[in-house]
């Protein structure tokens, strides 16, 4: 274990059976289309889309967007420093994320895909801190409910560091404080 982690709370075999169950549960809500139009948010969700992407078997793209939001509630607030380099209009888009929060980036990335013409759009989230929203959001597919602490490791950073650890652990208060 990393000398930061103060805890392990999902290993990376927990992690990879659960990409394993949610790549069915997408299978099957997507099992009338032809092809998905992933979106994963950089770049926090790299890890969780490349092991969730290898379990999918409905055809799909991948796709990247880096976005983050400013403080207020409406979608223009949303500032977007890397765009898809496809046209969303008319697919059926699923966003990938690590971390659901507050749930502001989600809620302001959804309402601009759907502003943009996607046929329909769903969310999957590896975690969710449950006690951490503010706005009003649900994910459609949500890995693990995580404990309202500091997380880093797959993917997840604090500063830029830890997305590499193949575990999702507690950063040991140290670290910050
Ligand atoms: P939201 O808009 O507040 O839901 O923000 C979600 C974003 O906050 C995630 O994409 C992460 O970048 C970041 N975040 C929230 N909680 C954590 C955490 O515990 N560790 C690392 N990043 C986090
Ligand atoms: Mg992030």
Redesign the pocket.
């Known amino acids: 274990m990393h000398k930061d982690v103060e805890r392990i709370l999902f290993s990376e075999e927990q992690i990879i059976e659960k990409c394993k169950e949610l790549a069915c549960q997408i299978d099957d809500f997507y099992k009338d289309a032809d092809h998905i139009f992933t979106v994963g948010?950089l770049k926090?969700s790299i890890p969780f889309m490349a092991e969730l992407c290898k379990h999918l078997q409905t055809p799909l793209t991948m796709n990247f967007m880096q976005a983050s939001?400013y403080d207020g509630v409406e979608s223009k607030e949303l500032k977007i420093k890397h765009d898809l380099e496809a046209s969303v209009e008319g697919e059926h888009v699923l966003i990938i994320?690590?971390?659901?929060?507050?749930?502001?980036?989600?809620s302001n990335v959804k309402k601009l895909l759907v502003e943009r013409g996607a046929k329909d759009v769903t969310v999957v989230t590896l975690l969710d801190?449950v006690e951490?929203r503010t706005f009003d959001f649900k994910a459609d597919f949500y890995g693990f409910v995580c404990p309202n602490e500091?997380?880093?490791g797959f993917g997840?950073?604090?500063n830029e560091n830890y997305r590499q650890l193949p575990y999702v652990g507690v950063l040991k208060e140290s670290c910050y404080k």
């Open positions: 948010l926090g939001s994320e690590d971390i659901l929060d507050t749930g502001k980036t989600l801190k951490g500091f997380v880093i997840l950073d604090f």
